[in-house]
C-alpha cells in the first residue's frame, strides 16, 4: 500500500473512534436520553468514559508500537512496517514521535528508498523537531538528484544542530555543484571554524575565497605584515597558522604554531593544528611529540588518539599503532575514524607484507588481513560523518578479501601464519 492509502486506512480508523465519541457524547455534555427520559450523569462519570477511551486508545497505539519494537530490534524489518505503520495513522497525539526514525531506516535496510524518502518528509511534517527526519530526507532528496529540495532540507537540519560538521560538508557539496559560490564559502567557514584541522576542508575553503573574488594569498600578506608590527600578537601567529594550513603550506604552518605555542603552551588545539602540519610534511615522528603534549592536556581527545596511531602506521610501527587506536575505540567505539585508522594499519600490514616478497601476488594469508581492515571499514561506516570515506574503502579492498572460492580451499584457515603478521593475533 503506498503512503496516501495507508493515510486513507489511519482516516478510517480515526473515524471509528470519533464515532464512539458521538456515541457517548451525550455523556460527555451530563446527559442521556433514556426511553424517553434524560438521565442526568455525574462529572465523575464523564470523566471516567473520557479516561476508559484514553485508555484504549493509548493501549493500541502502545501495543503497535511495542511490536514493531520488537521486529525493528531482531532486525526484521520487513515486519515492523505494519505495526509500525499503524502507530503513524493512530498516533494523533504524537506519542511516539520516533516512529518515524524507525520505519523509515526500516525502509533503509531492506533498500525501498522511495517509500523511506515519503516516511521522512511526514516526519519533518509531523516531527518537525527531530533532527534525524531533516537529515534523512535532504539526504535521499541528494541521491535521487533534487539539489535544490536537499540544500532547503540541510539548512533546515543545521538550524536544529549547528555544530554537526558533516551536515555543513553536505550542505556545501550541493551549494558548489549549484554554483551558489558565496553561500558555499559561508558554510565552509563555518565548517573550518568547527574543525580547523580537516585539511580538506581548508583547501575548499581556501579554493572558495579566490573563487570568489578574494586572494588568501594578499589576506596572508596582509597578516604577515601586521605581525612584524606587532610581535607578540598571538591572535596573528594562530590565524597564520590556520590560513597557511589552509593553502596545504604546511612547514610555515608549523612554524606559525610553534611561534604561538612558546606564547601559549597549554593550548590543546594549537598542538593538534601543528601535529597536523607536521604530519602532513611526513614528519610523523615530531607530529607525535605534539600530540602526546596535547593529550598530556586532554587525555581522552580522541581525534588526536587516531591521529597519533596514523603517524605510527606511517613510521610501519603496526603493533603500537593497533594499541594506540584501541585506546581512541575504547573511550568512543562509535567514532567511525578510529574504525577507519585502525583498519588502514592492517591494509598497511598487508600492503607491506607483500611488498617484502619477491613476487607480489596476494595469498589467503594476505587476504585474511584485508578482511579484517574490510571489517573495520564496515564498522566505521556505521558513523554517518565518516559513512562515505569507509565505504570508498571498503569498495578499494573488496576485491582482496576471502572470496566463496578461498573459503571452500581454505575452509579451516582463519588466521594468517606468515611471520609479517604473527603480530596481529
Not at 578499494?396 to 572470496?403: E, F, G, L, N, Q
Request: hydrophobic share 40%; with cysteine.
Amino acid at each position: 500500500m503506498n503512503l496516501q492509502g495507508k493515510w486513507f486506512k489511519g482516516l478510517i480508523v480515526i473515524a471509528v473512534l470519533v464515532a464512539a465519541l458521538i456515541t457517548v457524547s451525550g455523556l460527555f455534555t451530563g446527559c442521556a436520553t433514556t426511553g424517553g427520559q434524560e438521565v442526568q450523569v455525574s462529572p465523575e462519570r464523564q470523566k471516567a468514559i473520557q479516561d476508559s477511551l484514553f485508555k484504549a486508545y493509548t493501549y493500541q497505539l502502545d501495543l503497535n508500537f511495542s511490536i514493531a519494537n520488537e521486529h525493528y530490534k531482531n532486525k526484521n524489518y520487513r515486519d515492523a512496517i505494519k505495526p509500525f505503520w499503524k502507530v503513524v495513522n493512530l498516533d494523533t497525539i504524537n506519542r511516539f514521535q520516533d516512529v518515524f526514525t524507525f520505519l523509515g531506516q526500516s525502509y533503509m535496510k531492506l533498500e525501498v528508498p522511495d517509500s523511506a524518502l515519503m516516511v521522512f518528509a511526514l516526519g519533518t511534517e509531523r516531527a518537525p523537531q527531530k533532527i534525524h527526519n531533516h537529515r534523512m530526507r535532504a539526504y535521499l532528496l541528494a541521491a535521487k538528484g533534487e539539489q535544490s529540495e536537499a540544500i532547503e532540507e540541510y539548512q533546515k537540519t543545521i538550524e536544529l544542530d549547528p555544530n554537526k560538521v558533516e551536515d555543513y560538508k553536505s550542505l556545501g557539496t550541493l551549494l558548489i555543484a549549484e554554483n551558489r559560490l558565496d553561500e558555499a564559502l559561508e558554510t565552509y567557514k563555518k565548517i573550518v571554524a568547527i574543525d580547523p584541522a580537516d585539511a580538506d576542508a581548508q583547501g575548499t575553503y581556501a579554493r572558495l575565497i579566490g573563487s570568489t573574488g578574494g586572494d588568501i594569498n594578499d589576506i596572508i600578506a596582509a597578516n604577515e605584515e601586521a605581525l612584524t608590527k606587532n610581535s607578540e600578537d598571538t591572535n596573528l601567529m594562530f590565524t597564520l597558522g590556520e590560513q597557511y594550513f589552509k593553502i596545504a603550506e604546511y612547514k610555515k604552518s608549523a612554524e606559525k604554531f610553534t611561534m604561538y605555542l612558546g606564547k601559549k603552551p597549554d593550548d590543546v588545539r594549537a598542538h593538534e593544528y601543528l601535529g597536523n602540519a607536521l604530519q602532513n610534511n611526513e614528519q610523523y615522528r615530531e607530529a607525535i611529540a605534539s600530540y602526546e603534549k596535547a593529550l598530556a592536556i586532554q587525555a581522552d581527545h580522541i581525534k588526536v588518539i587516531s591521529e597519533m596511531a596514523a603517524c605510527y602506521r606511517e613510521l610501519k610501527q603496526f603493533s603500537k599503532a593497533r594499541t594506540v587506536i584501541n585506546t581512541a575505540i575504547k573511550i568512543n567505539s562509535s567514532y567511525g575514524y578510529a574504525h577507519i585508522v585502525k583498519g588502514s594499519i592492517f591494509e598497511a600490514t598487508a600492503d607491506d607484507c607483500i611488498g617484502q616478497r619477491d613476487k607480489k601476488v596476494v595469498n589467503i594469508d594476505d587476504k585474511l588481513v584485508y578482511k579484517l581492515a574490510y571489517d573495520e571499514y564496515r564498522q566505521a561506516a556505521n558513523d554517518a560523518q565518516f559513512a562515505d570515506q569507509a565505504k570508498n574503502k571498503m569498495n578499494y579492498i573488496a576485491v582482496d578479501i576471502p572470496s566463496k572460492q578461498d573459503e571452500f580451499m581454505f575452509p579451516n584457515k582463519t588466521k594468517a601464519e606468515l611471520d609479517c603478521y604473527k603480530w596481529i593475533y
